[in-house]
Nanobody, 126 residues
């Protein structure tokens, strides 16, 4: 069992930056692949980025490449999402997820991920 708690969301002006954190409970954090999804009002939840349990591989949504960076610190049981050059269209609730399946699984599908946090709101004003 893994419990996930996101933090770091807030209100920021366009062009600004935020760093989201997701703290995980349990001693098996380092065995889970981790991901960030987001859900904007009236839209489906979408994949943003994922990172291999070892930290050796990452995947990122095309529309945020070059602006968002996912990373993890297994010693701290924490995964991060560094967001820069934020745009109003990045406004959403951001969710952290953990998965024990293979790295080559359908990473952009919610069903691939086993555990979810409650989400943190990110609002980007124009």
């Amino acid at each position: 069992q893994v419990q996930l708690v996101e933090s770091g969301g807030g209100l920021v002006q366009a062009g600004g930056s935020l760093r989201l954190s997701c703290a995980a409970s349990g001693r098996t954090f380092s065995t889970y692949n981790m991901a960030w999804f987001r859900q904007a009002p009236g839209k489906e939840r979408e994949f943003v980025a994922s990172i291999h349990w070892s930290g050796s591989n990452t995947r990122t949504l095309d529309s945020v490449k070059g602006r968002f960076t996912i990373s993890r610190d297994n010693a701290k049981n924490t995964v991060y999402l560094q967001m820069t050059s934020l745009k109003p269209e990045d406004t959403a609730v951001y969710y952290c997820a953990a998965g024990s399946g293979p790295w080559y699984s359908a990473y952009d599908r919610q069903a691939t991920w086993d555990y979810w946090g409650q989400g943190t709101q990110v609002t980007v004003s124009s």
